[in-house]
């Protein structure tokens, strides 16, 4: 009988293992690689929270001036608005 997906993957991850115990500096390289895209991921969240935020205020900046402009707005008299 063939062996099924899970004992190929098992059989793979044995494999893995036993070839990256016999070279330590790719085990090395391996473990550094995924800290390296996990410090990464991380910081770019980080970075769009930061991103988000400060569009969020700069939207409310802006929306601050435009009232304060709405305010200066001077009207033709004889039309009727204010």
Not at 44 to 72: F, G, P, S, Y
């Amino acid at each position: 009988m063939s062996p099924g997906p899970v004992e190929e993957a098992g059989s793979t991850a044995r494999q893995a293992v036993e070839a990256l115990k016999s070279t330590p500096v790719v085990l090395a390289l391996v473990i550094f690689n995924v800290l390296y895209m996990g410090f990464g991921a991380y910081t770019q969240i980080r970075d769009r929270d930061h991103q988000v935020e400060l569009l969020k205020t700069w939207a409310n900046e802006h929306a601050h001036t435009a009232d304060l402009l709405a305010k200066c707005v001077i009207t033709p008299e004889g039309t009727g608005a204010r």
